[in-house]
């Protein structure tokens, strides 16, 4: 019987990737569980800060989170009070975002913590190493700077 002709799974881009993101949410999650928030929650936090009262499609353009995805997300943030979500003025199908006091605050107290679990994650790097992989996962992201959107289905 002929043998199966395989790869080395477990050394293979995708699968190390994957592992490497399990890493960093298990540290993320370790360093901030006490706030009860992923690190995904706290991107949309941060994106919605940054953004400035941006509608739900900005927020998924600048994340790279899927619109369904962020939908459930928007709607636990909204029960937590840390933002709110209004019907656009122009848009009346569209949704604005904005942090409230409590979002916020929030936010100031976990970006330390991600900065904390980044240094976990990168801390076996040097500096110039750390750049390097910050670069080279940018480089992947490249040109949107987010994940392309999964195909509709058919």
Known sequence: MARAKTLNISESIIHLLHRASQFADYQFERTAGVHGLTSRQLVVLDAIAKLQEPSQ???????????????????????????????????????????????????????????????????????????????????????????PRKPARP
């Open 57 to 147: 499609t900005d927020v998924c353009d600048a994340t790279g989170i899927d619109r369904s995805t962020l939908a459930d997300m928007v709607r636990r943030l909204c029960a937590r009070r840390l933002i709110t979500r209004r019907r656009n003025r122009i848009d009346a199908r569209a949704y604005n975002l904005r942090l409230t006091e409590d979002g916020i605050d929030c936010l100031g107290k976990l970006l330390p913590t991600m900065t904390e679990a980044e240094q976990q994650v990168t801390g076996a790097l040097s500096e110039g190493k750390r750049r390097e992989f910050m670069d080279l996962l940018k480089t992947i992201l490249a040109p949107s700077g987010t994940p």
